[in-house]
């Protein structure tokens, strides 16, 4: 079975630093570098929204606006593992943050839910004031 496993959540308080981990196993991802990798997030109440996606090689990247310059997606293909660099935490980036897997070529812009195959568990994120 494929699976993406995030780590690296936890409490942190207003501009501070988390970085996100997300590792893929399983036969789908014995060529992780064929997939569109994405990090999502969604807080209580509101629709799940993309933050961040990256490319098959790392090369080209997208940012919310909201994250924008705070923000960094990363991958590690020889690991089959997704990063997510974030700093300047802000009370407002407190959610759920999932990790997404999209066999390229996607079918759907970046952004969008149905774009992806494969969804991890999530890890909570809260930012204190």
């Known amino acids: 079975q494929a699976q993406l496993v995030e780590s690296g959540g936890g409490l942190v308080q207003a501009g501070g630093s988390l970085r996100l981990s997300c590792a893929a196993s399983?036969?789908?991802?014995?060529?992780?570098?064929?997939?569109?990798m994405a990090w999502f997030r969604q807080a209580p109440g509101k629709e799940r929204e993309c933050v961040a996606a990256?490319?098959?090689?790392?090369?080209?990247?997208y940012y919310a606006d909201s994250v924008k310059g705070r923000f960094t997606i990363s991958r590690d293909n020889s690991k089959n593992t997704v990063y997510l660099q974030m700093n300047s935490l802000k009370p407002e980036d407190t959610a759920v943050y999932y990790c997404?897997?999209?066999?390229?070529?996607?079918?759907?812009?970046?952004?969008?839910?149905?774009?992806?195959?494969?969804w991890g568990q999530g890890t909570q994120v809260t930012v204190s004031s």
């Open positions: 990256i490319t098959l090689n790392g090369i080209t990247t």
């Open positions: 997404a897997a999209g066999g390229s070529p996607i079918s759907r812009p970046y952004y969008y839910r149905g774009a992806y195959d494969y």
């Open positions: 399983g036969r789908a991802f014995s060529a992780f570098s064929r997939y569109f």
